[in-house]
């Protein structure tokens, strides 16, 4: 597509529960990342994947998180067992290869709300 | 490990003067440097970026500017529009040629 797509723009969710946001890169970027920005903060590191696998998960929080690409291309971005604390904008971006100097194309990010 | 500051949350200029957003970073990394922009509802959006190496980049209104000494960047917009009012990040590179640490952002206020 012609942008980073994120779905659901708006998620909802009681504590304890389990949640999923997608992402679509732009088609061809093999490098797709996951950041979280909280409230009056700036994009944090998740993960990094090249191609499909995870090559840097270090920013992961704790093992509630998990985010998956199986096919080199969408990705899945995973929590069980929500908390408050979790609330934040999620930030997909891709971009053509690592370290390209324009860097990232962000989604719009998916709005999670843990109530 | 790298820490981004930008020690300002919000700036008000006026339109048609220079907009400067500062940051401060504590590593020294040979890799590129970077500002976002960022509208409400929307995600960051590249803006410009800068060499490890150079000490000024140009593109159009923006100018951003290195000091590897004082580890301190800055963003200059002249003239200054009303469509610029946005948060603008910038981002440090830290291990890894794919991993960038966000400031917290400024607020630009562009007044007509």
């Known amino acids: 597509g012609a942008g980073v797509s994120q779905t659901p723009s708006n998620k909802v969710t009681e504590k304890g529960k389990y949640v999923e946001l997608r992402c679509d890169p732009i088609s061809g970027h093999t490098a797709l990342y996951w950041y979280r920005q909280s409230l009056g903060q700036g994009p944090e590191f998740l993960i990094y994947?090249?191609?499909?696998?995870?090559?840097?998960d270090s920013g992961l929080p704790n093992d509630r998180f998990f985010a998956v690409r199986p096919e080199g291309s969408v990705s899945t971005l995973k929590i069980q067992r929500t908390e408050r604390g979790d609330s934040a904008v999620y930030l997909c971006a891709s971009s053509l290869r690592a370290g390209h100097a324009s860097g990232y194309t962000f989604g719009s990010g998916t709005r999670l709300t843990v109530v | 490990d790298q820490q981004v500051k930008q020690n300002s949350p919000s700036l008000s200029v006026q339109e048609g003067r220079i907009s400067i957003l500062n940051c401060d970073y504590t590593n020294s990394m040979f890799d590129y440097f970077l500002w976002y922009k960022k509208y409400p509802a929307e995600g960051p959006t590249f803006l410009i970026s800068?060499?490890?190496?150079?000490d000024k980049n140009e593109d159009g209104r923006f100018t951003v500017f290195l000091n590897k000494s004082a580890k301190h960047l800055s963003l200059h917009i002249v003239p200054s529009q009303p469509g610029d009012s946005a948060v603008y990040f910038c981002?440090?590179?830290?291990?890894?040629?794919?991993?960038?640490?966000f400031g917290t952002g400024t607020r630009l206020k562009v007044l007509a």
């Open positions: 800068i060499s490890s190496i150079k």
């Open positions: 994947f090249q191609g499909t696998g995870a090559a840097d």
């Open positions: 981002a440090a590179p830290t291990s890894g040629t794919y991993k960038y640490i």
